[in-house]
């Protein structure tokens, strides 16, 4: 598709599907200015070093604006050297489930999050329950992950997301154990009719909390399914007006295709790729 005929396309989506989640950005967030802006996210830098340099060539070839890092992983001292060289901008993966992978975790830790991922793995309902038994854990987990983000890239992160998105889990969200101020990703965006309306009043309810303590993107979505193109269509439109984010993984094939062989920039049209992870155009 042609940077043109995306444009057109987009543009017959505008009346009804657009214009539908711009009026639910207001709703949601009265004082949105409504000033686009295109973020494309890669998620797991420094989990391991094919990750790491996979998200590297697309930061390079302005395809991806920023990424979210993994500490305590194998690649993620090099992958801090390289984000402070190459000035990439990174926030932290906080990760509650997926075992530490470098070789000097402290012990203590991984304990903790054994106990947390056991608990958070076991069912799909698991993230929405409070357990007050874990909360010390939790708290130790997440404070070790910020600490170890200051260490390793000279300070504290200025946003935060979830590998597996469990940074939503009702543990971290109800214990306020994120910063308070940041940014964080908040809940995937989804048309009326995609999800029951009970998933999407609870993803509604977690994101208004959410908006008490810290910044949100107007809208979050997916990169992937990459078809039908009517989709990327329609949220590369929503970047016109409103702050959208868009997570990718570039490890995976074909979204490293997209992302690095320059179809992202054919599909976006004359919405750009932002050049790092803001709210607004006035912020550096």
Known sequence: MTASNNLAASDDLAPATVRAFE???????????????LIINADDWGRDIDTTNRILEC???????STSGMVFMEDSERAASVARERGVD???????TTPFSVA??????????ERI???LLRNRLSQAIYHPGLMSSFQYVVTSQIEEFGRL??????????HHHRHL??????????PSGIIVRRNFSFQPGEKSGLNRMYREVVDRILSRRHRLADFFFSLPPLE?????????SLARRSVVEVESHPINPEEYRFLAEGEIFRRTGDVPVATSYKLSNCES
Do not use: K, W
């Open 59 to 65: 930061v390079l070839c302005g395809s991806v604006s």
């Open 90 to 96: 990174v926030g932290l993966h906080l990760n509650v």
């Open 153 to 162: 890239y000279g300070e504290e992160p200025r946003r935060v997301d979830g």
């Open 117 to 119: 991922a056991h608990f």
């Open 104 to 113: 000097a975790a402290p012990s203590r830790l991984s304990e903790h999050q």
């Open 23 to 37: 009026r639910r950005t207001v709703d949601s967030h009265p004082g949105s200015s409504l000033a686009g802006l």
């Open 169 to 178: 889990c009702a543990n971290v969200l109800l214990g306020g154990l994120l």
């Open 228 to 236: 039908p193109a009517e989709r990327l269509d329609m949220i590369f």
